[in-house]
């Protein structure tokens, strides 16, 4: 594979070149990413915003996500860090299983309605329909305190929001310019990762209000719950502005009604598999996002149990959820760095060439420093995962939107989105068998840092053959 590299001239960014991987020039491309990045996203964000659709869509996606960071802290409160409970990898990946994996049934379907109905009509509707589970799972915590009912509640809205996520990937190139898309892929997800953080900062502070300052009966992970479902309002508030027919899709006149689609779901999904099959850039990038998605989950799960079991006092819940909090509000710096990083180091090396760099760097800081397993260690790590993160998605969300025909695209992102799931919760169901009670396990580390490594290998060897594309330029 060869990769593309601007040679750099007077105004720090110029014209493309095309490097070799193995040699010299591909190190020196990677260092010489800095000098361009901040220029290139400060100017492409500039023109972004200056397009009043871009700017609908984005309000949208940043006001739905500040609400899941509010929404997560009160959760990961009730269900990990209580008092009364004292998780192990096991039940980790049980709540992740019960959260994640029902979307996995769902996207077939979701899909159907991505490809057919206004994209607009359903992020407006899914977007009032999740403030319902939210709001009775609040109810639920107040008055029954059923945890079976509560799994319920919670379970339909994260069902919801990951087919809002998909229609919100599947809507963006209505909105930029597919030479925008790198750019417009760092800005939306990772901003949109950004207002996750400042919601999660949000509902760690206020879960430290003294309980005499909070109105009579009112359970601090209850109001938590509460805003989340104002914040899901104002978001369909938002969607509402955008026209009905503006985010596609782009319409088949040969495509059945939804009725009949529903019933042949299992064909149309095979449909789309025969088109990810069509298009090889897309399909290994699939491949790549659920390698990494799998070593991702892995050391997820690994770092909540380290602090909640073995950085504190497994009894000491509130300093367990605020160490978990600055890990990742770290790790949400990587992603910011990400977005920062990523349009001027894929316009030098192509998006291949710096998802090979992201693997790489995951798997060097995997081992060192994580494998000190101090806090300060920890924190390094999840910045380096985190930009390694977010860096491979920004790159696999573009080669995919640019390799699939609109016609196709919702059902090849709900399919994106439940390899995304599947995943990450089988990494969890294979902590539970492999990580000990405090996550700290020499093994697994070297496991997590070799497969990084491997993936990197395979995706080398398997687009190294590939033409350099303009397409995503």
Known sequence: ??????????????????????????????????????????????????????????????????????FQVGLASYLLFSPERQPDAASIAAVLATLLLPFSVLGPFTGVFLDRWSRRQVLLIA????VVPVTAAAGLITWIEEEALVFAAVLVAFSINRFLLAGLSAAL?????????VLAN??????????????????????????????????????????????????AVLTWRI????????????????????????????????????????????????????????????????????????????????GLSVAVLVSGAGFLFAAVVTPAATDRLSPPGWILVLLSLAAVFEVFPGALYTEPSLLVAAFVLGLSSQGVKICVDTLVQTSVEDAFRGRVFSVYDVVFNVVFVAAAAVGALAL?????????????????AATAFLYFLATRADPPSEAYG
């Open 127 to 130: 977007n009032l329909v999740r």
């Open 243 to 322: 026209p009905r027919h503006l985010l596609g899709p782009d319409l088949d006149p040969a495509r059945p009604a939804v009725a009949e689609a529903l019933s042949r779901v299992g064909r149309g999904l095979m449909a789309g598999l025969q088109h990810l099959r069509e298009r090889p850039v897309a399909a290994k990038a699939l491949g790549v996002i659920a390698a990494h998605r799998f070593f991702y989950g892995l050391s997820t799960v690994a770092t909540i149990l380290l602090y909640r079991n073995y950085f504190n006092d497994p009894d000491d819940v509130e300093a367990g959820l605020a």
């Open 436 to 452: 000990p009670a405090d996550g700290k396990s020499y093994a697994v580390l070297a496991a997590i840092a070799l497969g990084y």
């Open 1 to 70: 594979m060869t990769v593309r590299r601007n040679a750099t001239g007077r105004g720090g960014c110029s014209a493309n070149q095309l490097v070799d991987p193995a040699s010299e020039g591909f190190l020196v491309s990677v260092s010489q990413t800095a000098d361009c990045a901040v220029m290139t996203f400060v100017r492409g964000l500039v023109t972004l915003l200056a397009n009043r659709r871009f700017r609908q869509l984005f309000a949208v996606r940043v006001t739905g996500q500040s609400a899941d960071g509010i």
């Open 186 to 235: 760092s800005i939306v997800p990772t901003s949109g990762t950004l207002a996750f953080m400042i919601g999660l900062g949000v509902g760690s502070s206020l879960r430290l209000v003294p309980p005499e300052l909070l109105p009579s009966d009112l359970n601090a992970n209850v109001g938590l719950l509460l805003m989340a479902a104002a914040g899901y309002g104002l978001a």
């Open 173 to 181: 190139p209505h909105v930029v310019e597919t030479r925008q898309l």
